[in-house]
């Protein structure tokens, strides 16, 4: 039975859309326009010089196996020590966890309401402590290895390996340690591996040989060291080993020959590294740093600072010694870092590129909230972070700017600002940050001390806790849904102005792996920081690395293997709009035409059944109109209704739609048409095997991009109407959701009433979850003027499915040059990305903007982010001097593009990635999963 839909506005709108959609055809024919009034007269707040930033936190091996360059994973045999203050014990199914040990000093027991330590963080592998090693016996040779507390090499080196060697009769077979790297070691023809170890040979007497191989064994370099003797002292052995071949995806070997035993600790291996730096970084990934050019680098997290007891948090003193010195610490996202890309060669990078230091201090509050050292004890915590900032710019004749020069650096390192811990919900943590930030002043007044906010908003009570006068930046966490910015363009404009400033330390939308429609989204939280200059100070993106054997979290700006690297389109924004900061901000105004059909359906679309990991039937499926008539009914006599073959198996069975695969999700299938617009939906249905309930899909465009009704999401916890992408032109917000599961062998009615705007979902009758689409204007624009290079800088993000034609006005201008420059990144779709296999597909591109005039007109790309520089003086003096840092554009001619890629994530494994790394506070898993599902995490 045929629905006849009453609204086809959508349908109209992609008409008109598809039929523009050559890129390069005159601006006159484009179908929407952007009327753009830039005043040249009004000079708003200037955008602050330091606005763009970065944040380098050790999460999915952004550190060790990242861009700190040492090749060897678990170096020091250390992965599987326990952090301090840590024990081990049993769970329930058998394996291990962590957990505190005791409570801070002086807390009574019992004062502390969360469950501690919090569960997502403490999981225990104890495979992990051999993790990177194996060995391989050759020749007929014997041999074993095991770790061993006996002997250690030094004090921060609790564990080594224990090897037995015999090369067996006639000496001629050898035992092979060999290290797989961080999943593999890139070898490049040419290039010299500085490999250090050390050995405490103990009975063992032999050769000992380093070598890097290929994944076939193909020897590619090969140092021998020649015979060593039995002994009782640790020895350092060194070589350069010069490879003969390419193999992007090597391993490292320590080859014995010999008999007895003996004991190996702390096996290195480098490359050149960045700038040449002893105990270096990885050069392409410290380029893409380099490149971005940032104002500042906040280090070292993010969760990694709080530690997840007092005794394992971050001491900075533990990261500036020699590396083979440094204990390492296991960090909160359930890997150890050896510290290796310690405090001191944080600094040292921060020299390096120019950029001022931030360094995150350990506040005395861990990871595990209200679980705080208490303030009254806090002053050997103060302390530590006074003493980290002596050590960068404290005098040399002070105790640790003494220190710094004597370990080579006399001159101060510019640390700037210190922030004291990270996201702590409590309103407790303001008295820890006034503390804090008293002592701090006091000896250092130019420091600026950032208040940590937490996720999505301000931390109100902890502001009026500090008090209003004592805080002169606070750092607020933005990880945005889809679409976010779109909708809150006004979002500064309407914070009140308070005398502290705001710094955006961790943001991000996400879409896809960071595809080119979370590009776009960052592109308009950037001007909406750019155009609130006077409040918002500064920003950094995160998380800025990971590699893509270990990702903690799902959207991430640069991504790499141990050959290759990309960046995600977001990376190329922050570096144009950063190469094009302006100096001030000019009043814009922006008219687009035409305006959106207040009527059109928002969440239209096919319509769908399915399930996850749940064999389900269906049957008397109704479709009934706005006014309650029936449109569209189906008794399942057959499939010919239906898109076949479809995800999952399914058949009919005497009037039921059945879908039998109990391990795959989420099954699917389509209903040709009608599309459901505007109206109710019916269907009964009944779980009959597998874990989970029903799906019921609609505004569902392909088997990828979707809204649903989940009954019985997350293992049969709740049920939810919820997104996979969003709705074309408009945001998905998720409203309410309903506990519990759905029972086996049970038919249910289950419903779904949709009208322009809103989606109602019921199971039996009763409303269990609701949503709501809203329209997402599609262009935005902002201006400014750089003194230094007396030019009007435009930019403007075109969301539209077609070009857009700005009729730029400059009103107040003096002489405008006619030919500027139009630096452009787009995309075919909004989820196109880049990836290690195509790691240039989204990169900014530049073409001259002939034509400019007070009064002209450009095309703008569908799915792109412009810059325009517009050469134009002013009619009058405009305020004096250029101010602050000279915009980057002035020393960089024309944009570098590195670049490398990685197989897209599913749905599922987003999902499970933003579970992993979404916070954790005071949820349980249910509602922590529901927050996630329905994209309600946000509170302000
Ligand atoms: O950037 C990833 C994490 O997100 C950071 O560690 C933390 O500060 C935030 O919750």
Known sequence: MPFSPMWKHAALVSAVCLAVSASDVVAAEAAVTAAIRVDLTQDKAPVSPDLYGIFLEEISHAFDGGIYAELIQNRSFEEGVLPPGMKLVRKKDGGLKMELESLPPGVPKGKWPMPWPWMMNCGWDPGRALIGWSLRLGGGAKGRMKLTEANPMNRASSRSLEMTVSSGSGGSGEVALVNSGYWGIDVRAGRPYAATFFLRTGTFGGDVSAVLEGKDGKVLARHDFGAVKPGEEWQKHSAVLKATGREPAGRFALVFRGQGKLQVDWVSLFPPTYKGRPNGLRPDLAKYLEELKPAFVRYPGGCYVEGLSFESAPDWRKMVCPPEQRPGMWGYWQYRSTDGFGYREFLQFCEDIGADAMYVAFAGMTVHPENNWPLDKIQPI?????????????????????????????????????????????????????????????????????????????????????????????????????????THFDYFDKYK???????????????????????????????????????????????LFCNVHKRNWGVNLIEFDAARSFAHASYYVQKVFNANRPDVNLATAVDVQPKPDPDAPLMAGRFGLGSWNTAVEFKDLRMFDPNGKLVYRDEFAGLEGWDTPARGRWQVRNGTLCQTDKGAGPTMILLKSPRLEWGKVTVKARRVGGREGFLMFFNAFGLDRFLFCNYGAAGNQFSAIQDRGQPEGAAFRGGMSTRGGIEMNRWYE???????????????????????????????????????????????????????????????????????????????????ENTLDQPDRIVPHETPLSGCAARFSVTLPRYSVNVLRIPAGLKCAGPAESRGRPPASAARPALVLPGHGTPAASFLRRTVFQCLSTRRHRLGRADFLRQVSTGRGEHR
């Open 750 to 832: 289950i419903g779904l009433v949709l009208t322009r705007d809103k989606a109602e979902m019921f199971l039996d009758g009763k409303k269990v979850s609701d949503a709501r689409a809203e329209y997402l204007p599609a262009f935005f624009a902002t201006a400014g003027y750089d003194r230094t290079n007396k030019a009007v800088i435009l930019k403007a993000t075109n969301y539209h499915t077609g070009r857009v034609r700005a009729d730029i006005e400059l009103t107040g201008a003096g002489e405008v040059g006619q030919t500027g420059r139009h630096i452009v990144i787009r995309a075919d779709k909004p989820t196109d």
């Open 382 to 486: 103060v302390q530590q972070t006074l003493d980290a900032i002596e050590y960068a710019i404290g005098p040399v004749d002070s105790r640790w700017g003494g220190v710094r020069a004597k370990m080579g650096h006399p001159k101060p390192f510019p640390l700037k600002y210190i922030e004291i811990g990270n996201e702590h919900p409590p309103a407790l943590y303001g008295d820890y940050y006034r503390t804090f930030r008293q002592a701090i002043k006091a000896r250092y007044p130019q420091i600026t001390v950032i208040m940590s906010m937490y996720w999505s908003g301000l931390n109100r009570g902890a502001i009026e806790r500090a008090g209003h006068e004592n805080i002169d930046i606070v750092d607020e966490h933005a990880y945005r849904p889809s679409g976010w910015a779109r």
């Open 497 to 543: 102005r308070t005398p502290w400033k705001v710094y955006l330390g961790e943001y991000a939308h996400h879409h896809g792996n960071g595809d080119f429609g979370a590009a776009m989204d960052d592109s308009v939280f950037l001007m909406m920081m750019e155009r609130n200059g006077d409040l918002v100070k500064m920003a950094s993106y995160a998380p």
